[in-house]
């Protein structure tokens, strides 16, 4: 069975549409990771928006989609999703995106869903500018949210794609859970975005900035925007200031904020922002050492000398103190032992793969903050030079894992693992165990819930019981289990509440659309019958 790399998702809504992408050939002997990513897969299936569409791809050295178009999100759906999901293998091999992008990117478009696509990634492609080259060349059309996982995945590519395409990125290591850092992406698609950012200079005569980072024109909420420019021209006199402008639009509405900063660079040895600003020009030229067009060859090669930032056509090489001379000689191989930890509960390094996600909103008013620091016009770099990375491609034994036991709090979805009857008889120990997880796996397409004997079994309560409590005997049972289900979450699930408040959202809409009038007397006696401390006003909308 293939494994999943990317859900592609369209919303009904004039908002931003949802999508999703992600490679998956993970290590073989990572099968806790494969647990990790189906539990962010079926999390994410949950929290999906009835009316969005969208589609999952699995990728490697070939690639599969489960439907052959991106579809309607409803319960059939998200069923057969959720099938799919729980028996993915990591099977395809290799992590070649190209392919699938272009496959996504040539697909009908539906009006009035804006594309959103969600990358996620173990490790590197033998492509990277080609792929971010593709990205950027339907960036006009789309949002790439890229998920770099582990310690192998590719800085380059991850923040690349994310760059020109106007997203965001986000990198998953050591103890840090996928589930969140996926969810709040989600999030963050559907949220309102600081639109149309540019800035403008007011500086003395015989002065003029060169922007030097790549054009960013949306912000998200949480991001930062850096920039750095070069001031070059005549050194104004001491006293002499200048002034930056930023503009931009939120909601509709635009703003600007004007800073005011003196022109005397402030002395600094290490050249630490030139470094960083030479970098980020590098981004924006360097485009691999095939595809950079010769015009701007020149400038990648000046500036990543000048200032020791590695680039396609330079390298760095090692240098013997005493002779002051290249090291010559043959490369000796030398093997170095790779540590492994046997724990759930930890990440292991993964190469080659990923997944996908996809958000809800949350309109808050995001006002950007600007600093600024003048290093003078034309300032020399330090020399440099970088080693290229190399791909390195290792074949390891599928190990058995001792029964690992992840904390009670982690949501450990029921998912079907390749690794022996004994991984398979600890998953569903785990999921008996897990309430959250249970519940979770109980919710429809449309955010209800049904009044059925698995509610119960969460609940800790006889079915009958529940049914005898219901306080008007003409509600609908389901808006009853369902805010029970909502009580229940707010009250036993707090600490990973970013990891399920998306469908919990969902949940509270149906309500306020089906229990009408009764809400707030279904809500009363829930909270009594519970004996819920939670506050009623998390019901609002």
């Known amino acids: ?18 999508s999703i992408l992600g490679p998956c050939p993970f290590d073989p002997f990572s099968t806790v990771s494969i647990f990790f990513l189906q539990e962010t897969l079926i999390l994410i299936l949950k929290s999906l928006p009835i009316g969005c569409y969208f589609n999952i791809y699995g990728f490697g050295s070939s690639f599969e989609a489960f439907f052959p178009k991106s579809v309607k999100y409803d319960q059939r759906t998200m069923e057969e999703a959720l099938r799919r999901v729980k028996l993915m293998r ?35 492609v033998s492509d990277t500018f080609r ?22 995945a590719s800085t380059s590519l991850i923040k690349g794609i994310a760059r020109v395409s106007q997203g965001a990125s986000e990198f998953i290591t050591g103890r840090e859970r996928m589930q969140s850092k996926a969810l709040r992406a989600l999030k963050h698609s559907l949220q309102p975005v600081v639109e149309d950012v540019s800035l403008s200079w007011d500086l003395p005569q015989g002065l003029s900035a060169k922007m030097l980072s790549p054009e ?49 660079p402030k002395h600094d040895a290490n050249l630490t922002i030139h470094r960083l600003a030479a970098k980020s020009f590098l981004q924006t030229k360097d485009m691999g050492f095939r595809e950079t067009p010769a015009s701007d060859k020149k400038d990648v090669l000046k500036v990543s000398i000048e200032c020791g930032v590695i680039s396609s056509y330079t390298a760095f090489i090692a240098i013997n103190k005493d002779l002051n001379k290249p090291v010559q000689g043959p490369l000796v191989r030398r093997d170095i032992p790779r540590p492994f930890i046997f724990c759930a509960a930890l ?28 290093l003078g016009p034309d300032k020399p770099h330090a020399l440099g030079h970088k080693k290229k990375k190399e ?27 390749p690794g ?13 165990d897990n309430h959250l997880v249970q519940l979770i796996s109980l919710q429809k397409a449309d955010g209800s819930w049904d009044l059925n004997e698995g509610l119960a079994l969460v609940l800790g309560m006889k079915l009958e019981d529940i049914q005898a409590a219901l306080p008007l005997k003409n509600a609908d049972s389901s ?39 009764t809400r707030q007397v279904l809500v009363q006696a829930a909270i009594t019958f519970l004996k819920s401390p939670v506050d009623p006003a998390v019901f609002a909308l």
């Open 420 to 432: 022996g009857d004994l991984f398979e008889k600890h998953q569903a120990e785990v999921f008996e």
């Open 216 to 264: 960013q024109t949306v912000i998200f909420k949480g991001q930062r925007l850096i920039v750095y420019a070069q001031l070059t021209g005549m050194m104004p006199p001491a006293e002499a200031t200048g002034d930056v402008c930023l503009k931009y639009a939120l909601q509709g509405k635009s703003f600007e904020n004007k800073v005011a900063f003196s022109l005397q």
């Open 131 to 152: 792929v971010i080259k593709e990205v950027e060349s339907n960036g006009q059309k789309h949002r790439c949210f890229s998920f770099g996982i582990g310690e192998g």
């Open 90 to 124: 990591a099977d395809l091999g290799g992590t070649e995106m190209l392919a699938p992008l272009q496959a996504i990117y040539g697909g009908p478009s539906i009006p009035g869903h804006p594309l959103q696509l969600f990358v996620f990634t173990d490790g590197e």
């Open 347 to 374: 990440m292991p390094r993964l190469r080659g793969g990923g997944a996908p996600l996809e958000a809800s909103s949350c309109p808050d008013v995001l006002q950007p903050r600007m600093s600024t620091h003048y």
């Open 1 to 18: 069975m293939v494994c999943p790399c990317g859900l592609l998702t369209r919303q009904e809504e004039p908002v931003p549409l949802k």
């Open 391 to 417: 791909g390195v491609f290792l074949q390891k034994t599928c190990l058995m894992m001792d029964r690992p036991h992840p904390p009670t709090n982690r949501t450990n979805l029921e998912i079907h693992q």
């Open 479 to 517: 808006s009853w289990a369902t805010v029970l289900a909502v009580l229940w979450l707010h009250a036993n699930g707090k600490p990973m509440k970013c990891e399920w408040e998306l469908l919990e959202r969902k949940a509270v809409a149906w309500i306020h659309l089906h229990a009408g009038s």
